[in-house]
């Protein structure tokens, strides 16, 4: 069976609404203030709406993401204006953090890093890392790793460099949900729906 898939890095209504009506089944904003692709929450109600009247029948989760200089509250607090489905964690995020979000009434996800300590969280994102960045560099994410934590019981996030190319490889692991961002660009933030079809057909 495909996996879920999600794109993430969405700036834009009109994509989010094509991507839905292709069958992605998550849309991904960023909040992160040095990402190339961060949207304000005006803008990610518009492409949550967008997304949701694609597909009425069967909605897409907006998943919103969020870095660690974002307070948990803070972080909330745009979760809720936003109306987001799932708040993912892409930083040195604790398990008591991802406690909160779940509190609150959001799905969390969490990204594993360095001394990682699993908690309540409702999947665990791997993502590639390059010159000290995480995500959306187009480095792939350990994939090893897939195996280890479905074996544990974990829904995993895939993320990092999956492609056309490398796709259906990415979904041989085993992963719950496939994250792409770059892969489908033609520019930071800048989606291509024939790039997005490429990928989807290659699963």
Do not use: Y
Not at 48 to 71: H, L, M, N, Q, S
Not at 89 to 100: E, I, R, S
């Amino acid at each position: 069976m495909r996996p879920a898939v999600k794109v993430c890095g969405v700036t834009d209504a009109g994509f989010a609404a094509e991507a839905v009506q292709r069958g992605i089944d998550f849309i991904g904003v960023i909040f992160a203030a040095r990402s190339p692709r961060r949207v304000t929450p005006e803008a990610a109600k518009e492409i949550a709406a967008a997304a949701r009247a694609a597909r009425v029948d069967a909605p897409p989760r907006i998943v919103g993401v969020f870095t660690r200089e974002a307070p948990v509250d803070e972080i909330l607090r745009i979760a809720e204006e936003t109306r987001l489905d799932v708040v993912q964690l892409h930083g040195d995020f604790g398990p008591g953090d991802a406690a909160k979000v779940k509190a609150a009434g959001f799905e969390a996800w969490r990204l594993a890093g360095e001394g990682f300590e699993s908690g309540c969280e409702d999947a665990i994102l791997l993502d590639g890392r390059a010159n000290g960045a995480v995500g959306g560099t187009g480095t792939l994410a350990d994939w090893s790793l897939v195996s280890k934590l479905r074996a544990a019981g974990k829904k995993v996030v895939l993320a990092g460099g999956i492609s056309a190319a490398n796709a259906a490889a990415a979904a041989a692991t085993g992963a719950d949900v496939l994250d792409v961002n770059s892969s489908i660009e033609v520019s930071p933030g800048v989606k291509s729906v024939a790039k997005l079809v490429e990928l989807l057909s290659s699963l």
